[in-house]
């Protein structure tokens, strides 16, 4: 049996993730991409069969990408890399990821990105992510800072990886802010920026505490408190974890 604080940072976990994947959301173009799909309708009943029939989605799916369908390209990808409704290949997936990508869709530049990245291809992954950068794409500037610090390339990134982090978390990124703290607190962009590390790991805590209090609230009046002592120590808790594992 969990714990009370366990089971609260779960909870703050959930919640958290949920948050950051709506900003993520509304940050890529998926709405347009969407809006130009030529068949929307067998989009929409290729994603109803994801969850009672993986196979006959992923058919779907690829039927669709077959044709053009910038969306089904990218989702095409995740089935393949996942291995869901389909066998795991990672070359299918890295081809319609790329589709996605030249075709202009963000989320086909995220995953194309963090494939390059897992298998260790850094260079490509940074092509990938430069581009998304060029053009003010917010979630790339954090992509492109991870690509350095899981690299030899380190030692000469890392300068353009803390500037990255800066404009991500003043352009909202939570997760570049998190990380930008966490770096500065492990001392990766050199022992001065320590102390302003330490001050940001706690203002970003209480930041994100804030975000779960408001998703959390059930009246105006909850809204307007400060976050509760649980909800502070559990993102307190989460971001001192990170600066004992580096990022990934």
Request: hydrophobic residues 40%; aromatic residues 12%.
């Amino acid at each position: 049996m969990k714990c009370i604080l366990c089971k609260t940072c779960d909870a703050f976990h959930a919640i958290l993730n949920k948050k950051l994947f709506a900003w993520l959301y509304a940050q890529t173009n998926s709405v347009a991409i969407m809006e130009r799909e030529a068949d929307p309708a067998s989009i929409y009943q290729a994603h109803d069969l994801l969850e009672t029939d993986p196979a006959e989605s992923f058919r779907q799916y690829l039927a669709l990408a077959e044709r053009g369908s910038v969306w089904s390209m990218a989702t095409v990808g995740q089935m393949f890399e996942n291995g869901n409704g389909t066998a795991r290949d990672l070359a299918q997936a890295e081809k319609w990821y790329l589709c996605a990508y030249e075709a202009g869709s963000d989320y086909g530049l995220i995953w194309l990105g963090h494939l390059y990245q897992e298998s260790r291809r850094y260079e490509k992954a940074q092509e990938v992510f430069r581009t998304g950068v060029a053009r003010g794409f917010v979630p790339a500037m954090l992509r492109l800072a991870s690509s350095y610090w899981n690299s030899p390339d380190w030692p000469q990134g890392r300068d353009e990886a803390l500037a990255l982090l800066e404009r991500g978390s003043a352009a909202g990124d939570l997760s570049a802010r998190r990380y930008l703290a966490v770096g500065m607190t492990r001392g990766w962009f050199g022992l001065r920026h320590i102390p302003d590390g330490v001050r940001l790991l706690f203002s970003a805590a209480e930041e994100m505490a804030n975000l779960v209090k408001e998703e959390t609230a059930t009246a105006q009046s909850d809204r307007k408190t400060r976050p509760g002592f649980f909800s502070r120590l559990a993102a307190k808790l989460w971001l001192l974890d990170a600066t004992r594992h580096p990022a990934s």
